[in-house]
């Protein structure tokens, strides 16, 4: 079970994310997908996460309306996006997975003990 990220870099105070956690050597049909992000000094702690029916995604309070987040079962991807950022979004992202056995769950949670799997983590740095 492999969780590749990537789409991180130096981005622009304004411009756009769009990060990838792609799956490999497994299908992500059945698991749940959490971002998550560790700001300089600070603890890690979830963004967003999506469930296998991707029915109700779940945002953090302090980053809803703000972080979308999607997957594509059919390319294996799940993705998460903002459309403006600032500053602040200077971190490591993370993607992470836990089976859940079926396409039907409605469940998925934002603390890091919810998942099994990690990615590798990608840096996003806003600066101008």
């Known amino acids: 079970v492999q969780l590749v990220e990537s789409g991180g870099g130096l981005v622009h105070p304004g411009g756009p994310l769009r990060l990838s956690c792609i799956a490999s050597?497994?299908?992500?049909?059945?698991?749940?997908i959490g971002w998550f992000r560790q700001a300089p000094g600070k603890q890690r702690e979830g963004v967003a996460c999506?469930?296998?029916?991707?029915?109700?995604?779940i945002y953090a309070d302090s980053y809803k309306g703000l972080f979308t987040i999607v997957r594509d079962n059919l390319k294996n991807t799940v993705y998460l996006q903002k459309d403006t950022l600032n500053t602040d979004d200077t971190a490591v992202y993370f993607c992470?997975?836990?089976?859940?056995?079926?396409?039907?769950?409605?469940?998925?949670?934002?603390?890091?003990?919810?998942?099994?799997?990690w990615g590798q983590g990608t840096q996003v740095t806003v600066s101008s």
């Open positions: 992470a997975a836990v089976n859940l056995g079926t396409q039907m769950s409605e469940y998925c949670g934002l603390a890091m003990d919810d998942y099994h799997y």
């Open positions: 050597g497994f299908n992500l049909n059945t698991y749940a």
């Open positions: 999506i469930s296998t029916n991707r029915q109700s995604p």
